[in-house]
């Protein structure tokens, strides 16, 4: 490794779990106050959200999560925010990539660590990779894992996600109806992402695989508007928030509250 | 709810990560400083691992992550520790769950909070969910979720897990060959979990399904005894610890130390 080479910052991808603050690791609240540059995902525009919350332009949920550790720092980060928004297509988004990776690259040979802040954790459907791609190859990156919204909702609402030799899959809520009913029949617990606006949709393969007693609906888990259903009857048939959930297992008779 | 309701003590789920202890949460952290009752599965009798490492009876994986945490308390907590055999089988084990699930529910009736150490995720194969099956209809209990062990893998080994709007499985190393296969060709992702004595199966199912070359093997993810073999032809066709797995996944290109 030549002196260049060593003197070269570090990329760090650190998740910050699902909302709560305190569901960060103690290495990622470390890295958050050591790093020279705190690098995440702001909107590009103002966004209203189905519950009718506003998000302006420039704000960033995974850097809520985290303010109050970036406060404590005695000497503050320098800041890169990735204007991304909602309604961005691939290439629209991976022209962004580009050109945050190309500010991370500057700040990186000035020797500066990086760590961009993730929601949930970096590497399980995370915005990290696509930096990763992007830098890792003449770069040191190191990933520090974070709570997964699956296991957020999990824990709030008291259900085993998977026991002993079982089997469990994470299925995103815009596969196909055909492939959805195939995958509640074929594994016993599955947990169905971005349900919301196939919610109407879910709802009918939950019922045509007889499986709407074992699912429990699960939206924001540890934010402070989240939101658990155990009895589906009781969950409207219209589109949900982005950040919703399924959990479908045989274990739904274990769900403490129910 | 009753005067004698509102004493008693609370449970409390706590994942403690794959074994890095500064994976573990600020919430884990402070519940582990701050409950009366500390309780962890240790082992029943000496065990000799495959890679030849020994623990003798009473040595507690969990407890031994967060030791040094333990050791920060001002004041020491009870400890309770469940003798559990690797070598028993389900009833044995239920037994043993029946009598832990007996003497946590005395220290609850005290007033007193306890908290199980759960490598890992509570509720993601954790053993956590056996005394919660037993508790929770009863006494107040809380989930801290926590690292799991696919989480650390695909952190050591850089790998994303799962982009987009694909799908992900996690699977038992106990599956039977033709579910292996099967899976191997409808899902672009996978963790095979508790690889160890499937080892070879699970390499035949992967040179059957042509995905030898997407698949990376970890053991021991975080700890010191650590080993990442990427290229899977390097792999002896024997068996391996239980703590071992393979991940499978189209984003095999993206090792960044491959």
């Excluded at 815009?174 to 879910?202: C, H, W």
């Excluded at 009895?231 to 403490?256: C, W």
Aim: charged letters at 25%; proline letters at 4%.
């Amino acid at each position: 490794m030549t002196s260049s080479q060593t003197s070269r910052g570090k990329l760090y991808g650190v998740g910050i779990g699902p909302g709560d603050p305190e569901l960060i690791t103690l290495k990622a609240y470390r890295i958050i106050q050591d790093a020279d540059v705190l690098c995440y995902l702001c909107n590009a525009e103002d966004q209203t959200r189905i519950t009718g919350q506003t998000h302006s332009a420039g704000h960033s949920q995974a850097k809520s999560i985290v303010k109050a550790f970036i406060d404590q720092r005695k000497v503050p980060p320098q800041e890169l925010a990735i204007a991304m928004g909602y309604k961005h297509d691939r290439s629209d988004a991976n022209a962004r990539y580009d050109q945050a990776a190309e500010q991370i690259r500057i700040a990186l040979d000035q020797g500066k660590d990086v760590a961009f802040l993730c929601e949930g954790d970096p590497l399980f459907f995370g915005s990290y990779a696509y930096l990763q791609e992007r830098l890792c190859d003449q770069y040191s990156c190191e990933v520090i894992p974070g709570i997964s919204a699956p296991q957020a909702a999990g824990a709030v609402a008291g259900i085993p996600l998977a026991m002993q030799t079982e089997n469990y899959a994470v299925l995103s809520g815009r596969l196909d109806s055909e492939a959805l009913i195939q995958q509640l029949t074929n594994f016993d617990n599955l947990v169905i992402m971005k349900a919301g606006r196939a919610r109407p949709r879910i709802i009918d393969a939950l019922k045509e695989t007889g499986r709407l007693e074992d699912a429990t609906y699960v939206e924001y888990a540890t934010r402070d508007n989240q939101r658990i259903v155990y009895d589906l009857n009781e969950l409207d048939n219209e589109a949900g928030p982005y950040f919703s959930l399924f959990i479908v297992t045989r274990h739904s008779d274990l769900r403490k509250w129910s």
